[in-house]
């Protein structure tokens, strides 16, 4: 008998068409058993209690954008969303009651409890919070404020950025607006990782968009937050 407790093995299906890593509950395997775990894991769902490895992601965002790549995160099975950082509700309307941000009212509607709205993410009682979520990784987009030293190397795999420009053109608050009164003809979606700087850190991936003549910036902005999210969740899976 080869003695396995919660070991990770990575199963590859017969027909080639993805890669999945999962953790078996088990304390032992026979040797015939563990040589054929790739035949067909279907076939050991109804044999083995299998867990799927998750990464734990804490997502920090405020706007229409942020939500949107919230939701592509939350529909990837390797992803765990266990906190939303979102910036503090604010007046609106007329009456000016407090509204809480689109990221924000995203996150509720969907059945995120553990939510967080600080003036100031860099506080001790703000890290306190987010680190008793003890996340892998921290995911931003269009979170409105500066992450300091001490957060950005809180996860083991630091913090993701997703910002909509290829780059190292159009950093700072507007690049959709930046790239179309530049007359661009091409944009994208550029995932980093954070560093001290504003948009500043190594690249990880992007993702290119066309600028056609007769797009505005609201559905410019639109199509980039959806290839912003696909982009940032294959960017987690793959750090």
């Given at each position: 008998m080869i003695k396995y407790l919660c070991d990770t093995v990575t199963l590859d299906f017969v027909n080639s068409i993805s890669r999945y890593n999962f953790t078996f509950s088990l304390f032992s395997l026979t040797y015939h058993q563990v040589v054929s775990l790739s035949i067909d894991v279907a076939i050991y769902e109804h044999f083995f209690d299998i867990i799927y490895i998750s990464m734990r992601v804490v997502f920090m965002g405020s706007s229409d954008a942020s939500a949107t790549c919230l939701k592509a995160i939350m529909r990837e099975r390797e992803l765990?969303?266990?906190?939303?950082?979102?910036?503090?509700?604010?007046?609106?309307?007329?009456?000016?009651?407090?509204?809480?941000?689109?990221?924000?009212?995203?996150?509720?509607?969907?059945?995120?409890?553990?939510?967080?709205?600080?003036?100031?993410?860099?506080?001790?009682?703000?890290?306190?919070?987010?680190?008793?979520?003890?996340?892998?990784?921290?995911?931003?987009?269009?979170?409105?404020?500066?992450?300091?030293?001490?957060?950005?190397?809180?996860?083991?795999?630091?913090?993701?950025?997703?910002?909509?420009?290829?780059?190292?053109?159009?950093?700072?608050?507007?690049?959709v607006v930046s790239a179309l009164a530049a007359g661009e003809k091409l944009t994208g979606v550029t995932a980093m990782r954070m560093g001290l700087g504003m948009d500043d850190g190594p690249i990880l991936l992007q993702s290119y968009e066309p600028i056609y003549s007769d797009v505005t910036g609201g559905e410019l902005m639109d199509s980039l937050a959806i290839t912003g999210g696909v982009t940032l969740a294959k960017t987690l899976k793959l750090i």
């Open positions: 765990e969303v266990v906190g939303v950082v979102t910036q503090p509700d604010r007046p609106a309307g007329r009456g000016k009651t407090l509204t809480p941000c689109p990221c924000k009212a995203f996150a509720i509607e969907h059945g995120i409890t553990e939510i967080i709205t600080p003036e100031d993410v860099n506080t001790e009682d703000s890290m306190a919070k987010i680190r008793s979520w003890k996340p892998d990784v921290i995911a931003v987009v269009a979170f409105g404020q500066f992450l300091k030293a001490p957060l950005l190397n809180l996860p083991m795999a630091g913090c993701i950025n997703c910002h909509f420009s290829l780059l190292p053109k159009y950093r700072g608050a507007s690049p």
